[in-house]
C-alpha cells in the first residue's frame, strides 16, 4: 500500500470511529456491556512478527515515501522523541492516535528494534495507557479519539499520563511536579549537550555521558522533587531511554555509539529524522540494550525509592530492582494493570488477557520469565 493510502484508510478508520464511540461517553459498565454485545469489540491483531530476514537491514528511513511534516494542531505528540519523530514522518498515523501492532511495525521499520523488544515496550504501555476495547493508544495526551473508556479506575491516559509509564527523572522533560512532563524542555536539554561535552567522546552523547545524566537526574529530582517517584516499572524505561539515544538514532552506517549533538538536536527538539537517516544495520534488542543499563547501574547503583520532602528519599529494598527484569514485569501483571483493571469482566476482560499475553510473548524468550495471570488463565 503506498503511504498516502495508508494515511487516508487510518483517517477514514477514525472518522468511523469517533461518532460511534463518542455517543458511549458517560454510560455505565452495564451500558458498555451491553454496547459490547451489539457491536462487539474493535479486533485485536496478533502482534507481528520480525522483519523479514531481506528487509530487516541497513536502510535509508528517511526517505521520500516518508517525509517530514510538522504536527497539526489536531495532531497528538508526547513525552517520546522516538514516537513523536516517527509520527512526524508517517510511520506512524500522524494523528498520534495509533493500535498497538502499528506501533510495533514503525519501530521495527523505522529505527529496527528487534521485535521481541519492541512487543515489550508497546504492549507494557498499551496496558497502562491505551483502550483495550478500541485497541487505540495515544501517544500524548488523553484524548476522545481513542474512544470510550472502560470504568474507572482505568484512565486510558495516552502516554502522557503521569505515573504511568511516564514518570520522573527524565533526561529532557520536567518532572510532573513542575509542568507538564510531556512537553520538551529545552533547558534540560541543554544539559544532556553539556554532558555529551563533557563526558562523551568526540563531544558526542554515548554511554559515559549517558551514565553521568542519568545519574545527576535522580540527584536532581532527589534534591528538588518533594513527590519524587522512582520505583518500577519506571526505573526501567528511565534506564532505558538512557542510552536508547546512543544506538537508535545513531545513523547505522556510522553505528558506534557516539550521537552528535546535530543527530540528538533533530530527534530530540525538531522531532525529526536527520537528512539521509539510516537505522541501524540489524535489528537491535534486550542482548544489545541490557548491557548498556547494566553499565549505567555498576556505574551508579540505586536503590528504588519515593521522596517524602525533598532530599528525603526514603528507600524501597522490596520492590523489583532494575537489574530484575522478570519481577518487574511481574510487577506490571500483578500490581500496575489490576490497579486499573481491578475486577473486569466480558470483553474488558478478554481484551486485557489477551495483552498481558502478548507481553508475556515478550519476555518469555530472552528472558524465560514465568507467565503470571492476575485474572486467571
Ligand atoms: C516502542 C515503543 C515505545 C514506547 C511505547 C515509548 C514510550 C515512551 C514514554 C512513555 C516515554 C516517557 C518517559 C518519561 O520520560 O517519563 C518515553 C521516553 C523516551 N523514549 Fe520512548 N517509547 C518507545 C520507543 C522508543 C524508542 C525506539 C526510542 C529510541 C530512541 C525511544 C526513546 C525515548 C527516549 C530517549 C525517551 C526519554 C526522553 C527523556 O527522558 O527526555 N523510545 N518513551
Ligand atoms: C524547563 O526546565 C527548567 C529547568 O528545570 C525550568 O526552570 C523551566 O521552568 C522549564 N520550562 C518550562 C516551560 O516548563
Ligand atoms: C572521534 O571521531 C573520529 C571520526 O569519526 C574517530 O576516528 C575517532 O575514533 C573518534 N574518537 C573517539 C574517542 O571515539
Ligand atoms: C527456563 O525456566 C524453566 C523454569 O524455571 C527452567 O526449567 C529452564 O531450564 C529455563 N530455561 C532456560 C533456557 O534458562
Same mark, same amino acid.
Given at each position: 500500500m503506498k503511504f498516502s493510502t495508508i494515511i487516508l484508510v487510518t483517517l477514514v478508520r477514525l472518522a468511523v470511529a469517533i461518532p460511534t464511540y463518542d455517543s458511549l461517553i458517560g454510560l455505565s459498565e452495564r451500558e458498555i456491556n451491553e454496547f459490547v454485545a451489539r457491536n462487539g469489540v474493535a479486533p485485536i491483531p496478533n502482534p507481528p512478527g520480525p522483519l523479514p530476514a531481506h528487509q530487516d537491514g541497513l536502510k535509508l528511513v528517511n526517505d521520500p515515501a516518508h517525509p517530514f511534516r510538522t504536527q497539526q494542531p489536531n495532531e497528538l505528540r *508526547?513525552?517520546?522523541? #522516538?514516537? =513523536? @519523530?516517527? #509520527? =512526524?514522518? *508517517?510511520?506512524?498515523?500522524?494523528? *498520534?492516535?495509533?493500535?498497538?501492532?502499528?506501533?510495533? @511495525?514503525?519501530v521495527m521499520e523505522g529505527l529496527n528494534l528487534g521485535n521481541d523488544f519492541a512487543k515489550f515496550l508497546v504492549y507494557q504501555a498499551f496496558l497502562m495507557n491505551g483502550n483495550p476495547l478500541t485497541n487505540l493508544m495515544s501517544i500524548g495526551m488523553k484524548t476522545p479519539l481513542t474512544g470510550q473508556d472502560p470504568p474507572k479506575p482505568a484512565l486510558v491516559g495516552g502516554l502522557s499520563q503521569h505515573g504511568t509509564f511516564e514518570g520522573d527523572t527524565s533526561m529532557s522533560r520536567v518532572d510532573a511536579f513542575f509542568g507538564d512532563p510531556a512537553a520538551f524542555n529545552q533547558t534540560r536539554f541543554n544539559d544532556l549537550l553539556a554532558f555529551a561535552t563533557k563526558y562523551g567522546a568526540n563531544g558526542s552523547y554515548d554511554v559515559n555521558a549517558a551514565s553521568e545524566l542519568r545519574y545527576e537526574r535522580l540527584q536532581d529530582s532527589i534534591a528538588t522533587n518533594p513527590q519524587l517517584v522512582f520505583t518500577s516499572p519506571r526505573i526501567l524505561s528511565a534506564y532505558s531511554e538512557a542510552v536508547f539515544p546512543t544506538v537508535y538514532f545513531v545513523d547505522g552506517r556510522l553505528n558506534n555509539g557516539q550521537l552528535s549533538k546535530d543527530a540528538a538536536t533533530s530527534f530530540f527538539a525538531n522531532q525529526r529524522m536527520p537528512q539521509d537517516f539510516h537505522r541501524q544495520p540489524t535489528p537491535v534488542s534486550f542482548d544489545v540494550i541490557e548491557p548498556l543499563t547494566g553499565r549505567l547501574f555498576k556505574d551508579h547503583p540505586f536503590v528504588p525509592g519515593v521522596n517524602q520532602g525533598v532530599n528525603n528519599y526514603v528507600e524501597m529494598p522490596n520492590t523489583p530492582a532494575v537489574s530484575d527484569f522478570c519481577g518487574i514485569y511481574e510487577d506490571i501483571a500483578l500490581r500496575v494493570i489490576p490497579g486499573q483493571y481491578p475486577k473486569p469482566t466480558g470483553a474488558l476482560k478478554d481484551a486485557i488477557k489477551k495483552n498481558l499475553g502478548f507481553l508475556y510473548g515478550a519476555v518469555s524468550f530472552q528472558h524465560n520469565c514465568t507467565q503470571v495471570f492476575p485474572y486467571g488463565k
Open positions: *508526547g513525552p517520546c522523541p #522516538a514516537l =513523536n @519523530t516517527l #509520527a =512526524n514522518h *508517517g510511520y506512524l498515523p500522524r494523528s *498520534g492516535v495509533a493500535r498497538p501492532d502499528q506501533i510495533v @511495525t514503525a
